[in-house]
């Protein structure tokens, strides 16, 4: 199922529950199918029926706590996302010595480690600003593309970008009270609605800023715009998340300059798009470097960010720069079934039915119409 082809499973898993209805497994398999679509009530449906056979079946917890959280449910959605650290190939647990879990407790010498995608480790991030507040001292173990933009983001944390490295020669003896995942925070800083502050909390490099302010303002005083039209791999439904280029028309036919903030090359895509339309988006790929502070700081001069649900969304979010998200039908679970984005300000475009492409450019209009004035 992780090539996508969640058609092939369900019918599998399916016929497994008609043949033996008790077979927890088949359950658990149709939760997974569900939470991959976006089907939340469905997951939670399976999750328990593969719980009720089989009460320890580790994925159900996890994949129902999703579904929980998608619903807003905190308190009974980190209780069962946070419980496969350390057991899931996509959330590695970091060891540095004898040190326990952390359980919580306040005044303690702590070590917080990233354990997912890049994504995840800065929207995640937006918690250790609790975490610092509350600890004697904090050392941020992270992905080496974010070294720099955490260490200028929280400067009361020692950082280290070597989460990929089994050597960790930072450590040289040091002892730590305790250790906890970015991703295991929420449950303890989380709980309500109103817990989540909302507020920008990375900054982006000053010097950097300033260069892509140069070449931005070389190109004229028309407006500039970041896009991103892919988001997700297929396991985080990246079918549903992802747009054509071509289907943005609407909104890149507005006279502004736009910016690919595509991760991967769309060369070929760009190539098609001027080809046909006579419309040039710009995309550097130096933007993407292994340095996610160069991503950080276009995103930071830019004057808008439209994407689809993208890590540079979430950058977006985390900087407080403006963003309009096309968020599917169907979302994954950050994005919540409805209302506004928990995590931080971003301006969401749910998918009702048709992509709200023409409502986006409409008010892209709006804005510049009334900035203009």
Not at 175 to 198: E, I, N
């Amino acid at each position: 199922m992780d090539l996508g082809h969640t058609a092939n499973a369900e019918r599998a898993w399916r016929e497994a529950v008609r043949l033996d209805p008790k077979w927890s497994a088949s359950w658990d398999g149709l939760g997974l199918v569900a939470l991959r679509r976006g089907e939340f009530l469905k997951t939670i449906e399976y999750c328990d029926k593969a719980l009720a056979l089989a009460p320890d079946m580790m994925d159900s917890m996890v994949n129902r706590g999703m579904a929980y959280l998608a619903f807003r449910r905190w308190e009974e959605g980190w209780d069962g996302y946070c419980r496969n650290l350390g057991q899931n190939k996509d959330r590695k647990e970091r060891i540095y010595g004898e040190e326990p879990r952390w359980d919580g407790a306040k005044g303690l010498n702590l070590v917080c480690f990233g354990e997912q995608g890049i994504g995840d480790e800065i929207t995640f991030a937006s918690v250790i600003p609790d975490l610092i507040r509350d600890s004697r001292s904090t050392v941020i173990e992270c992905d080496k593309r974010l070294e720099g933009l955490f260490r200028r983001s929280f400067p009361e944390c020692e950082v280290h970008g070597t989460r990929y490295k089994e050597e960790k020669a930072w450590l040289n003896g040091t002892r730590f009270d305790a250790r906890v995942a970015m991703g295991d925070l929420t449950k303890f800083y989380r709980k309500t609605t109103s817990s989540f502050p909302r507020t920008p909390y990375l900054k982006a490099s000053p010097e950097m800023r300033l260069q892509w302010r140069a070449l931005l303002d070389s190109m004229g005083d028309r407006p500039k715009i970041g896009i991103a039209w892919t988001g997700g791999v297929n396991e985080t439904g990246k079918e549903r998340r992802s747009l054509k280029l071509e289907q943005l028309l609407p909104i890149i036919k507005y006279d502004a300059d736009f910016i690919s903030l595509q991760y991967l090359d769309p060369s070929e895509e760009l190539e098609q798009l001027e080809e046909t339309h006579g419309i040039k988006v710009h995309h550097w790929s130096w933007a993407h470097a292994h340095d996610y502070d160069q991503t950080a700081a276009l995103v930071a001069e830019l004057d808008l960010i439209v994407t689809v649900t993208t890590t540079v969304a979430l950058t977006a979010g985390a900087l407080g720069k403006e963003c309009w998200v096309l968020v599917p039908e169907k979302p994954i679970w950050m994005y919540c079934t409805e209302g506004e984005f928990p995590w931080f300000d971003l301006t969401l475009f749910r998918q009702n039915g048709k992509w709200p492409v023409e409502e986006i450019a409409g008010k892209l209009k709006e804005k510049y119409a009334s900035a203009a004035r």
